[in-house]
C-alpha cells in the first residue's frame, strides 16, 4: 500500500509540475496513471465525475483517482500531490515580490500592467458577448455598464453585481 501511495503522490507532483491543469494534466495523467493505478474504465469515470462537479476539475481528479487506488489516505496524498507545486511556486513569487516591493521600477510595471489587463478583460467580454450569440449588441453592453456604475459609483458588492447580471440574463436573454 506504502508504494501506492507514493506513487500517487509522485505521479501528481509530476502532473501539476509539468501541466496547467486542464485537459494537458488529463492526458499526462492518462499516460501516467492508466493500467499502473487505475484501469481506463476508472480513469473515464475519474474525468467525467471531475468535470461536472463544482471546483477545480484537476484537484477533484486527484482525489479521485487517489481515492479509488488508495481510500481516504490515497484521497489526501493525490490531493497533496496536485496542491503542493503551485503552492509552492506561489510562496516563492510572493517572497520574491515581497522583496522587491520598495523598488520603483516594480510600481512602474504595475501601472504599466493594469492598462494591459483592462484592455485583455475588455477584449475577453467582447469576445464571450460575440460568442454567446446575442443578436442584438447593445443589450449586453447596457447590462455592463450598469453593472459598471452599480459597482463603481453605487459601490455594490462585485459578487452582488455578477449574481443580479445574471438573474437578469436569465429573464432578458431568453
Known amino acids: 500500500m506504502r508504494d501506492k501511495l507514493w506513487a500517487l503522490f509522485l505521479t501528481f507532483l509530476k502532473i501539476n509540475l509539468l501541466t496547467s491543469s486542464g485537459p494537458a494534466s488529463a492526458g499526462l495523467l492518462y499516460s501516467e496513471a492508466v493500467e499502473k493505478l487505475l484501469t481506463r474504465e476508472e480513469f473515464i469515470e475519474a474525468v467525467g465525475y471531475s ?9 477533484q481528479l486527484a482525489m479521485f483517482v487517489g481515492y479509488r487506488v488508495g481510500g481516504i489516505p490515497g484521497a489526501l496524498i493525490a490531493c497533496l500531490g496536485a496542491v503542493l507545486p503551485p503552492t509552492v511556486i506561489m510562496l516563492v513569487a510572493a517572497a520574491i515580490l515581497t522583496r522587491l516591493r520598495g523598488e520603483a521600477w516594480i510600481g512602474s510595471f504595475v501601472k504599466g500592467l493594469a492598462p494591459a489587463l483592462a484592455a ?55
Do not use: C, H, M
Open 51 to 59: 468535470s461536472v462537479l463544482p471546483g477545480s476539475d484537476a484537484l
Open 120 to 174: 485583455l478583460l475588455l477584449i475577453t467580454a467582447y469576445n464571450l458577448v460575440a460568442e454567446s450569440g446575442a443578436t442584438q449588441l447593445w443589450s449586453p453592453l447596457l447590462l455592463g455598464a450598469i453593472s459598471l456604475l452599480a459597482i463603481v459609483v453605487l459601490k455594490v458588492p462585485p459578487t452582488l453585481v455578477v449574481l443580479a447580471a445574471g438573474l437578469v440574463g436569465i429573464v432578458w436573454f431568453r
